[in-house]
């Protein structure tokens, strides 16, 4: 099982839909978790970062669920410039459950919003 | 302006052959990372430093080596004993550690074999 998973999609919205991810991460003991976005054949770039209390910037919207282990990042009123592949990433601490600085990226969901 | 610069862009090379790829932060951080990107995955970790003269293998690291000499600089040794090394190479760095600082990433490197 992959340490963090998610749907590649490809998701295609028309703008000013609310379209939705999820992630799965396989490691209970960890610790930070973030969203970033990294558009085509450029790098990836911090969108948020994911908080217990789940957190809102703008149009998206990040919940955690510790006890199911999923992370999930909501797109509200979808613009043609939200079109990028959308990475979850974990931060999962060692076997002592202390974090020892290496993050764990999925593969990435792809979104693209058309007219 | 701070940031993170990687060098080349793009990169061709002939099988057999050690290249080096080139990061640079200015932007004060302790610590440093290299990733691959491979088309529809996610990154991989391949070396990372916490501080200067210290480094640690990450997930990948069979077929490169790094060197951390100074605190604004993380080369990358690409060597012939990598077996696919065409990818997408990608440094990072961060104020600490990942989970209590963002990774602020480079442009990135394209490298291809021939």
């Known amino acids: 099982r992959k340490e963090v998973e998610q749907d590649p999609g490809p998701f295609n919205v028309p703008e000013g839909a609310t379209v939705a991810f999820n992630c799965t991460y396989s490691?209970?003991?960890?610790?930070?978790f973030f969203w970033y976005r990294q558009d085509c054949r450029k790098e990836p770039k911090l969108l948020m970062s994911?908080?217990?209390s789940g957190n809102e910037d703008g149009r998206f919207t990040a919940q955690l669920n510790r006890a199911s282990q999923y992370i999930s990042l909501l797109i509200r009123d979808s613009k043609l410039s939200d079109s990028a592949t959308y990475l979850c990433v974990v931060n999962i601490a060692n076997a002592g459950g202390t974090s020892y600085g290496k993050l764990t990226f999925g593969q990435g969901t792809i979104l693209t919003v058309h007219p | 302006d701070g940031g993170i610069t990687q060098s080349p862009k793009y990169l061709f090379r002939k099988e057999g052959q050690n290249v080096t790829l080139s990061c640079e932060q200015n932007l004060n951080h302790d610590a440093m990372y290299w990733y691959r990107q491979d088309p529809g995955q996610g990154l991989r970790l391949i070396y990372y430093?916490?501080?200067?003269?210290?480094?640690q293998k990450g997930d990948i690291a069979e077929g490169y080596s790094v060197s951390r000499e100074k605190k604004e600089s993380f080369p990358l040794t690409v060597t012939s004993a990598q077996k696919n090394p065409t990818a997408f190479y990608l440094c990072?760095?961060?104020?600490?550690?990942?989970?209590?600082?963002?990774?602020?990433f480079g442009p990135g490197t394209r490298l291809t074999v021939l």
């Open positions: 430093s916490q501080i200067v003269n210290d480094f």
């Open positions: 990072a760095s961060s104020i600490g550690l990942a989970g209590k600082g963002t990774q602020y």
């Open positions: 994911v908080y217990s």
């Open positions: 490691n209970s003991a960890s610790q930070s």
